[in-house]
């Protein structure tokens, strides 16, 4: 959050200094008491209200609160900025860091209406920031819109924001790929018959829907398992990693609902998702619609998610079958060799009993055999 606690070079505001100090800090209750002493300093200092929202308040309605408190004191300071010179560099770069504070609360205030339940207020105040401030797409505002539209099943207009941010030259995020993919498999999904695909094959629809469910597991392959309840969901970390566990976690807390309100999009799901790793054999190598994937993902997502948790790794380091059996039994050779040479006499006994062991059944097969069969056909066998 330092990107709108920014500080500013003789500003001399002993509340800004207080909030600088709790953002560095790593202790939340003091964090929580740097953020009290500056309100009592300052009530107009828009980032204590956001931190006290963030990590003081209990309930999500004492959250709004002190959100909207936050977007009102930024709303006031960017009115008054409108008579200050644009040549003071000093008051520019406050009113940036007033925007930013805007548009964090307003979202923040988006994010707890949905929580109440205020899906119609949610939705008004996610559309007006995407519309008022197109360029802080870093805050991933759209998603949730997403989220929010889906809850409220308005699926023509998640489609209508999927076909404006899905775009080749647009990051992408667990949020977009997966609610591409879910789109896609809604109109199929419920007469859908496993065994009467494989008969008949798949249809077109079908088919488009295998492909956006293919290319959301390749953008982040740690998905399904929560989805399909393989693993528990827990509650999403702060911070999170593109393509990584983290992002999954964070995903599947908040859209696993929705994937359960459309009938059949789970089974669907559980069909063909393990399809995808067939077209991508080599995942640290190349990729088949993104990049290969970095090697570093595992490390960066234990140290972002909680140690009870356990974490999800793709591409498993797995060695193949023939690999580990070869390496074994040369092993196994090598002891037996280094045990003969020690212990020539020891081992000698111990081969001499082992053959015996594993004789005996074919002897007394042989017996068997000589106690059935005539004189003359078991001569002839043991002659020739």
Not at 49 to 60: D, K, P, Q, S
Not at 185 to 197: L, Y
Not at 255 to 263: C, F, G, L, R
Not at 304 to 317: G, I
């Amino acid at each position: 959050k330092q990107w709108y606690q920014r500080r500013v070079r003789g500003a001399g505001d002993k509340a800004d200094e207080l909030m600088a100090m709790a953002w560095r800090s790593i202790d939340t209750e003091k964090r929580i008491e740097l953020a009290l002493q500056a309100v009592t300093s300052n009530s107009n200092c828009a980032s204590a209200h956001i931190l006290l929202g963030e990590e003081c308040a209990a309930t999500v309605p004492e959250a709004d609160k002190y959100f909207r408190q936050a977007l009102k004191i930024a709303d006031n300071n960017i009115r008054k900025f409108v008579s200050v010179p644009s040549h003071d560099v000093k008051a520019n770069s406050l009113h940036r860091r007033d925007i930013n504070i805007c548009v964090y609360a307003r979202r923040r205030v988006a994010m707890c209406l949905r929580k109440m339940g205020k899906l119609k207020e949610c939705i008004k105040i996610t559309r007006e920031l995407i519309k008022e401030f197109p360029l802080m797409s870093v805050l991933h505002i759209h998603e949730n819109l997403i989220e929010a539209l889906l809850a409220q099943k308005a699926y023509n207009d998640v489609q209508a924001l999927l076909t404006r941010y899905d775009d080749l030259t647009l990051p992408k995020s667990a949020v977009i790929c997966y609610s591409a993919a879910l789109l896609k498999i809604r109109p199929v999904c419920e007469k859908f018959f496993a065994d009467v695909t494989v008969k008949k094959g798949l249809t077109t629809h079908q088919f488009d829907a295998v492909e956006a469910l293919q290319r959301a597991v390749e953008f982040n392959p740690h998905v399904p398992q929560y989805l399909l309840e393989e693993k528990p969901i827990i509650l999403p970390p702060e911070h999170l990693l593109k393509r990584g566990d983290s992002e999954a976690v964070a995903y599947s807390f908040y859209h696993a609902a929705h994937w359960k309100e459309v009938p059949g999009s789970i089974k669907f799901l559980e069909c063909f998702w393990k399809d995808t790793f067939k077209l991508i054999p080599f995942p640290l190598e190349k990729g088949k619609l993104f990049h290969p994937y970095t090697s570093g993902t595992e490390e960066t997502d234990r140290e972002l998610l909680p140690l009870f948790h356990d974490v999800s790794v793709y591409p498993k380091k797995e060695l193949p079958f023939f690999l580990v059996f070869t390496a074994g039994l040369c092993l196994f050779t090598l002891s037996l060799a280094l045990l003969t040479h020690f212990y020539p006499i020891f081992m000698g006994e111990l081969a001499r009993i082992a053959l015996e062991y594993f004789a005996t059944p074919f002897a007394m097969i042989a017996e068997h055999l000589q106690a059935l069969l005539p004189q003359q056909v078991w001569n002839l066998l043991t002659r020739a």
